[in-house]
């Protein structure tokens, strides 16, 4: 599906961790950077982190050294690991390609809650 679907969000305590995932076609997923956003309440939505096809990473500076993105090719799927998670983290997690246009759809996201 062009339509990414992500999944592992929930509620976690600060400094606790989440991994999530996002499945996305492999016409799509193996031709193009890869990038997690995020959108939290009253906010526009942000590149949280982004892997290139050779598995170059870039993080926003908020979330250096917490968040890892990675790539499963066998599974076409994206995955960022969270770690050391604040409440400001708090928001609903897409994932799509970089710049979004190219897949030309957003998926529902998951939602993360960080209480403190």
């Known amino acids: 599906q062009v339509q990414p679907v992500e999944s592992g969000g929930g509620l976690v305590q600060a400094g606790g961790s989440l991994r999530l995932s996002c499945v996305i076609s492999?016409?799509?997923?193996?031709?193009?950077?890869m990038a997690w956003y995020r959108q939290a309440p009253g906010k526009q939505r942000e590149l949280v982190a982004r892997?290139?096809?050779?598995?170059?990473?870039n993080y926003v500076d908020s979330v250096k050294g917490r968040f890892t993105i990675f790539r499963d090719n066998a599974k076409n799927t994206v995955l960022l690991q969270m770690n050391s998670l604040k409440p400001e983290d708090t928001a609903v997690y897409y994932c799509n390609t970089d710049p979004s246009w190219i897949s030309g759809s957003w998926g529902q996201g998951t939602q993360v809650t960080v209480s403190s």
């Open positions: 492999r016409s799509i997923f193996s031709r193009n950077v």
């Open positions: 892997i290139t096809t050779g598995g170059i990473t």
